[in-house]
């Protein structure tokens, strides 16, 4: 079993940055995944990011290349999405989510997922 545990949400200014953390514990191994994906009020959930544990395989959906940074750390078995330049359009709850193997962006591939933390940014 996975658990995540996601941290780090919180309302910002359009422009500004927030960093979100998740904390990966359970059986996990060099062959995983972990993706970020947020829903926004009335909206389904969309894909943002997603990382192999390797490093490999990085990707990102359109809407947020070139200002979002999906990194981990290894030591503390965390994932971080460094969110730089945010829109009000950016306002959701973020999940962060986990498969075993390959990086994918589609929702329906992951295993595991966290509570959600809230993004507010406002104009």
């Known amino acids: 079993q996975v658990q995540l545990v996601e941290s780090g949400g919180g309302s910002v200014q359009a422009g500004g940055s927030l960093r979100l953390s998740c904390a990966v514990s359970g059986r996990t191994n060099s062959n995983f995944a972990t993706g970020w994906f947020r829903q926004a009020p009335g909206k389904e959930r969309e894909f943002v990011a997603t990382?192999?544990?390797?490093?490999?395989?990085?990707d990102y959906a359109d809407s947020v290349k070139g200002r979002f940074t999906i990194s981990r750390d290894n030591a503390k078995n965390t994932v971080y999405l460094q969110m730089n330049s945010l829109k009000p359009e950016d306002t959701a709850v973020y999940y962060c989510?986990?498969?075993?193997?390959?990086?994918?962006?589609?929702?329906?591939?992951?295993?595991?997922w966290g509570q959600g933390t809230q993004v507010t940014v406002s104009s």
């Open positions: 989510a986990a498969k075993h193997y390959l990086a994918s962006r589609r929702e329906y591939d992951y295993d595991y």
């Open positions: 990382r192999w544990w390797s490093g490999y395989s990085i």
